[in-house]
T-cell receptor, first 113, second 112 residues
C-alpha cells in the first residue's frame, strides 16, 4: 500500500528565508507526485505535480520540487519565503494503476513578518 | 468554468440526525473523490466514484456512511445517525481522468 511521510509537522521561518519541506513516499511502482497548499480557512490548491520527464518541477508562486527516484523523495523548495506563504502544505502520491491520491499528514508553515 | 462546488459550507447536526453533503464536480470531470480532514491527521481518503459507480470505497466506515454519484445531479455523501466523532471537514475533489484533482471548498460538519 502507498504511504506518504512528511518529516516536519511545524516549520517556522522568517521572511526571505529559504524553505525545504521533506516528503518521502512508499510505493514500488510508477507514481504521480503532488504538492498541495491549504491557506487558513480555505480548500486545497495544487502547487505543482510530477508525472514524468524532468524531475525538477516548477510550480506556482515560486515553488519547485525535485523528484529523486532513488530516495523515494519529492521535497518542496522555495528560495525566499513570504509572509503570505503561511499555510499548510501536503505532499501526495498516486499510482497510475490506482487513481486514489494518498496524502501526507501535512506540514504547517508559519512565516514571521 | 465553475470549480468544484460543495454545499453546504457549514452544517450543524444533532447526534442521531442525518447529514447530507453535496458535491458538483467541475464540468467535464467524471471522477469524484471524497476525503475527510481531521486536525493533525491530514486528509483521509473515503471513496472514489464515477457516474453511477463506486470504484473504491476502502476508506469508508463500514456503517452509517454511504456515497453516490448519480447519472444526473451532484455526488452525495450521506452520514446517518451522526455522532460527535463525525465532526470534521469533508472535501470533495474531481478530475477528468484520475491524475490530479481540483478540490472544492469543503463542508465543515459539526455534530452537537
Amino acid at each position: 500500500a502507498q504511504s506518504v511521510s512528511q518529516h516536519n509537522h511545524h516549520v517556522i521561518l522568517s521572511e526571505a528565508a529559504s524553505l525545504e519541506l521533506g516528503c518521502n513516499y512508499s510505493y514500488g511502482g510508477t507514481v504521480n507526485l503532488f504538492w498541495y497548499v491549504q491557506y487558513p480557512g480555505q480548500h486545497l490548491q495544487l502547487l505543482l505535480k510530477y508525472f514524468s520527464g524532468d524531475p525538477l518541477v516548477k510550480g506556482i508562486k515560486g515553488f519547485e520540487a525535485e523528484f529523486i527516484k532513488s530516495k523515494f523523495s519529492f521535497n518542496l523548495r522555495k528560495p525566499s519565503v513570504q509572509w503570505s506563504d503561511t499555510a499548510e502544505y501536503f505532499c501526495a502520491v498516486n499510482a497510475r494503476r490506482d487513481d486514489k491520491i494518498i496524502f501526507g499528514k501535512g506540514t504547517r508553515l508559519h512565516i514571521l513578518p | 468554468n465553475a470549480g468544484v462546488m460543495q454545499n453546504p459550507r457549514h452544517l450543524v447536526r444533532r447526534r442521531g440526525q442525518e447529514a447530507r453533503l453535496r458535491c458538483s464536480p467541475m464540468k467535464g470531470h467524471s471522477h469524484v473523490y471524497w476525503y475527510r480532514q481531521l486536525p493533525e491527521e491530514g486528509l483521509k481518503f473515503m471513496v472514489y466514484l464515477q457516474k453511477e459507480n463506486i470504484i473504491d470505497e476502502s476508506g469508508m466506515p463500514k456503517e452509517r456512511f454511504s456515497a453516490e454519484f448519480p447519472k444526473e445531479g451532484p455526488s452525495i455523501l450521506r452520514i446517518q445517525q451522526v455522532v460527535r466523532g463525525d465532526s470534521a471537514a469533508y472535501f470533495c475533489a474531481s478530475s477528468p481522468s484520475g491524475e490530479g484533482y481540483t478540490f472544492g471548498s469543503g463542508t465543515r460538519l459539526t455534530v452537537v
